[in-house]
DNA sequence: TATCCAAGGTAAGTT
DNA sequence: AACTTACCTTGGATA
């Protein structure tokens, strides 16, 4: 095991772990105390937060279980890990510690919901998730509670994942295509995937068997890599709005979900334009363009979370 | 205790 | 291109 800190005071702008990967972006982590997604915010602090990290390419080219936690202030503080092999790389990835949080605030809108939900969640940032399971748990997403998406990928990743040991516990990595390809939609429904199931299977055939990966993506424009994505079964535009977002480095992507819809029609109306390509454009353009995703993903969060 | 409802939507069919 | 409808499951609200 190797162990290791990155000091906050080296990352440019502030950060925080807690709302990072609680605010409903990523579906990939488990919380040590197995609180995870239990209670819209619920604050536990200074948690241990853990996952298995597949090969990245550029990044890491073995798979990384790695358990983190922050100690200490947003911007001054620090984050202790723990890993399978050297994790500061692979963390500043997930985690896009890359990112100049700072410099992107300033291009934010000047809207009052923005401002309030800027303030609410100080250093919150955008994850960067692996490409294939990003895919699959927006899948397992439509229609569903984010407690109960997080719980499909928790017994997606018991059931068909590789179980790596890290400090005496096991944590089992995200099931590679291959080996959800294997699974039966019957084995998929049994595991409460409902509806979902044929499209996680038919999905991870589809990567298995190299008819497409949806990191191709990640070359393309923004909308050609929606449009991309939704090749896949059980992706349409909203799904592939996640998939940019959070995967992707499309930061411009706003996704047309239930609550920034709810958000359009109280706030924006004029936004929507009625087909989704066309309410995207708007939204995104009243969002700032660039990192419209960023400040959507402020919002959802300040909203759910039960702020206004 | 029983019943109803909605949850980060998508696909397929109809007009 | 716009509009309907079916779809699994279940936690939480309501009666």
Do not use: N
Request: glycine fraction near 8%; aromatic fraction near 10%; charged fraction near 25%.
């Amino acid at each position: 095991m190797e162990r290791g800190t990155i000091d906050l005071a080296d990352v440019s702008g502030p950060f925080d772990l807690q709302s990072t990967l609680e605010s409903g972006q990523t579906y990939l982590w488990d919380r040590a105390d197995g609180t995870m997604y239990d209670r819209l915010g619920a604050h536990g602090g200074e948690q241990w937060y853990r996952t298995v990290v597949p090969p990245i390419d550029g990044v890491s080219e073995e798979r990384i279980a790695v358990r983190v936690r922050q100690t200490g202030g947003v911007d001054d503080g620090t984050l202790e890990w723990e890993a399978t092999a050297g994790a500061t790389g692979v963390l500043t990835h997930l985690l896009r510690l890359d990112d100049d949080l700072d410099s992107m605030l300033a291009t934010m809108p000047d809207l009052p919901v923005v401002e309030r939900a800027v303030e609410a969640y100080p250093g919150m940032r955008l994850v960067r998730d692996p490409p294939f399971p990003c895919l699959i748990s927006f899948i397992c997403s439509a229609q569903m509670r984010v407690s109960r998406i997080h719980g499909m990928q928790r017994r997606l990743a018991a059931t068909y994942g590789d179980a790596v040991d890290l400090a005496g516990e096991t944590y089992h990595a995200f099931p590679r295509p291959d080996q959800l390809a294997a699974a039966s939609e019957e084995e998929l429904r049994d595991l409460s995937l409902g509806y979902r199931a044929p499209y996680v299977e038919r999905t991870a055939l589809m990567v298995a068997e190299g008819e497409a990966h949806p990191r191709e993506a990640a070359a393309l424009e923004y909308e050609p890599a929606r449009e991309f994505l939704t090749r896949f079964v059980g992706v349409g535009d909203k799904v592939a709005d996640c998939v940019c977002l959070f995967s992707l480095d499309h930061l411009e992507a706003v996704p047309l979900d239930t609550w920034i819809r709810s958000v359009i029609a109280d706030r924006f109306p004029e936004c929507d334009r009625g087909a989704y390509a066309e309410t995207s454009r708007a939204i995104r353009d009243r969002f700032g363009g660039e990192y419209a995703g960023y400040v959507q993903t402020y919002v959802f969060h300040y909203l759910r979370s039960g702020g206004e």
